[in-house]
């Protein structure tokens, strides 16, 4: 999630239970603890390009990791004598907002090492974006009002809010996969995986993914009442695995390991881009809705010093609103009912 997001639910979480007792170093603590376990972007090497995404959302977002966090997250406090005799209230603050960040980043798609060490899973909900306005505001204003009339009830409130906002999306998700199951069906695939990705900043839009043999077949669906499914068809991707790698590639170790660190980062949704075939994207993210344009990739070089080279289109990712309005509001072309199956 953002770090602003971050910032105010650890905040307000802090000023929910400590708010009476600590004032503004509640909110304070928890806002400091809610972004701390993102210190992990400065984990890189030039030498070792996928180190960076190898460990972001690693142990400092780990279940395990929370006590320790929360107590780096006190320190600026818990340094300075005239706060050292309430140090469990502070500690208390510090550690709630910290303990909110790898869970809701487990919301999300990119995936969390939640249970480090205990398991090397990387846990996605795929609930909600990692940008959610609406998420943010209700979390924004819980904490200006609870912070102003030094009450706890508004940040209480915008809790149970965001809950219901994250609980509607996870609901949303189901209701897409059924929809997703219909579509697969209706055109006689065997399933052999699939998922179902939010699109930005609404639980409304949905990025359908699914594997049916070696092919990835990806849609846009549109999900809102019974009688108002939409979908859309994308496009048809076939999986890039270790075997589609040339000879070349496959004949250095070190492609081999960083094709596995790239699978495994991307939960095995691996594809080439549509207009570069010397990227090796993460199909769980396209920049276009007609075809897949990866936000981030692999190109290899063999035999070159540089094996690995980190393909980043971030900076291209834009978000036009009126064209997502236009799919929100069911205007935008292409978008056919749910009862006009293939």
């Known amino acids: ?22 004032g503004r170093q509640a909110w304070m603590l928890g806002a400091l603890g809610g972004v701390l376990p993102d210190a992990d972007i400065l984990i890189r090497s030039a030498s070792d390009p996928l180190l960076a995404i190898e460990y972001h959302r690693h142990f400092t977002h780990a279940l395990a990791f929370i006590p320790c966090g929360g107590a780096l997250a006190a320190s600026p406090w818990l340094l300075q004598k005239r706060y050292r005799p309430d140090w469990r209230p502070l500690l208390a603050a510090s550690t709630l907002g910290y303990a909110t960040h790898g869970l809701l980043d487990a919301c999300t798609n990119y995936g969390t090492h939640l249970l480090w060490p205990f398991s090397p899973q990387r846990v996605a909900w795929h609930w909600i974006t990692t940008i959610g306005p609406l998420l943010t505001l209700i979390l924004l204003l819980g904490l200006l009002f609870s912070a102003g009339r030094r009450s706890r009830l508004p940040a209480v409130l915008s809790l149970l809010l965001a809950v219901a906002y994250v609980g509607g999306a996870a609901w949303q998700r189901e209701r897409a996969l059924d929809v997703q199951a219909e579509i697969a069906a209706a055109r006689g695939h065997q399933v052999a995986r699939a998922e179902m990705f939010p699109t930005v900043g609404n639980p409304i839009l949905w990025r359908s993914v699914y594997q049916s043999g070696t092919t990835l077949y990806t849609n846009r669906l549109r999900i809102l009442g019974e009688d108002n499914s939409l979908w859309k068809q ?73 094996a690995t080279e980190w393909v980043d289109y971030t900076a291209r990712n834009r978000i036009p609103i009126s064209e997502l309005w236009s799919e929100i509001s069911a205007t935008a072309a292409g978008y056919r009912s749910v009862r006009e199956l293939p």
Request: hydrophobic share 45%.
């Open 1 to 22: 999630m953002d770090p602003l997001t971050h910032a105010l639910l650890g905040a307000t979480a802090a000023q929910a239970a400590l708010g009476p007792r600590l």
């Open 234 to 306: 994308g496009s048809r991707l076939k999986l890039f695995r270790e075997d589609d790698l040339s000879a070349q590639a496959l004949a250095d170790p070190r492609i081999r390991r960083d094709f596995a660190r790239f699978s495994y980062f991307s939960a095995g949704w691996t594809a080439l881009a549509d207009d570069d075939a010397s990227v090796v994207g993460d199909a769980r993210y396209s920049l276009r809705r007609d075809g897949f344009e990866p936000i981030w990739g692999v190109r290899f070089h063999p035999g070159s010093v540089a």
